[in-house]
């Protein structure tokens, strides 16, 4: 079983920046595929971005490609998602998740079998 806790949540101004981490504990991050997912009120949870187990490939929904990157530190049991050019639309909570059932990636909730409490991220316009 692993614990994840995501922090670097904020509120940042239409073309900022933000850096979320994703810090595991209970067992290393390194055994799971590791995803992003993003909620805003009245939506459903949606797939933001997702890294193998070595970190060597990353996924990523349409509406950020190009804009926000995910990495691995499985040294430090964590993983990051870097995003940039934010915009009013990315705000929502932020969770990041653990798949053990994956073998690459899965943009499906449901994979994912433990979840971080989530962090909000607010960008104004």
């Known amino acids: 079983q692993v614990q994840l806790v995501e922090s670097g949540g904020g509120l940042v101004q239409a073309g900022g920046s933000l850096r979320l981490s994703c810090a595991a504990s209970g067992r290393t991050v390194s055994s799971y595929v590791m995803g992003w997912f993003r909620q805003a009120p009245g939506k459903e949870r949606e797939f933001v971005a997702a890294?193998?187990?070595?970190?060597?490939?990353?996924y990523y929904a349409d509406s950020v490609k190009g804009r926000f990157t995910s990495s691995r530190d499985n040294a430090k049991n964590t993983v990051y998602l870097q995003m940039n050019s934010l915009k009013p639309e990315d705000t929502a909570v932020y969770y990041c998740?653990?798949?053990?059932?994956?073998?690459?990636?899965?943009?499906?909730?449901?994979?994912?079998?433990?979840w971080g409490q989530g962090t909000q991220v607010t960008v104004s316009s």
């Open positions: 998740a653990a798949s053990s059932k994956v073998q690459y990636y899965s943009a499906s909730p449901a994979l994912y079998d433990y």
């Open positions: 890294i193998t187990r070595s970190g060597g490939n990353t």
